[in-house]
């Protein structure tokens, strides 16, 4: 286990709904990136929030928007959902920015929007 | 633009074999590179990682190889295990160090 929490396990959208999904870093970590992984790919990048300030965004449109909080626990909100917003949401924590140190992933969120 | 991607989508091998996994990246910049294994219904897990100072780095019973001048990573399990049948993903962390970029990953598949 790599002590990366999320919730919910699963979750049910419709189309034009909002969500939130939250992820707690392994203790000791300041970084946390979440990645967007549809089924049968690899995972994406979506952004990256270190202590408190986005760190980097991948190609995913403003609808996607996060938050780190001061104990470093995240949350990323999607809006206007949409069918291709289906995917399972995965976070990871690492020390520092990322860059020399290993990402460690959370078992996701399975968002499924209809 | 710039990916990491894998030559083989699915490889089969026996129990007790060896199995390789091979990836090709190719941002000539990127200076560390992770494999992560990933099982139905979890997230990704860390295997090993390399940076682009080295060119072998060996774990318990895994072997990752990294041929910069080719641009190829490969990952080596040796005495694979059904616990070893998962996707494997090779990722790349690129030299502003705030993102991984993954391939799409090879499915191992270890018959008893």
């Known amino acids: 286990e790599t002590g990366v929490t999320q919730s919910p396990t699963h979750l049910i959208k419709t189309r034009g709904q909002q969500v939130t999904l939250r992820c707690s870093s392994q203790?000791?970590?300041?970084?946390v990136s979440w990645y967007q992984q549809a089924l049968g790919q690899g995972p994406q990048f979506i952004f990256q929030y270190y202590r408190e300030e986005e760190n980097g965004r991948g190609n995913f449109p403003p609808r996607f928007s996060g938050l780190q909080f001061p104990n470093y626990s995240s949350e990323l909100n999607v809006n206007a959902l949409e069918l291709d917003d289906s995917a399972l949401y995965l976070c990871a924590s690492s020390n520092e920015r990322g860059g020399a140190d290993t990402q460690y992933f959370g078992p996701g969120t399975r968002l499924t929007v209809l | 633009g710039e990916s990491v991607g894998l030559h083989l989508p699915t490889l089969s091998v026996q129990e007790g074999d060896n199995s390789i996994i091979n990836c090709a990246y190719s941002?000539?910049?990127?200076?560390?590179f992770i494999w992560y294994k990933q099982e139905s219904g979890k997230g990704p897990q860390f295997i090993i990682d390399?940076?682009?100072?080295?060119d072998k780095r060996q774990g318990q019973r895994v072997t990752v190889l990294l041929n910069k001048t080719v641009k190829h990573l490969s990952l080596q399990i040796a005495a694979t295990q059904p616990g070893d049948s998962a996707v494997y993903f090779c990722a790349e962390n690129n030299n502003a160090g705030n993102m991984l970029t993954f391939g799409g990953g090879t499915r191992l598949m270890v018959k008893p």
């Open positions: 203790s000791g970590h300041n970084t």
């Open positions: 941002n000539s910049a990127s200076d560390y």
């Open positions: 390399i940076r682009s100072n080295m």
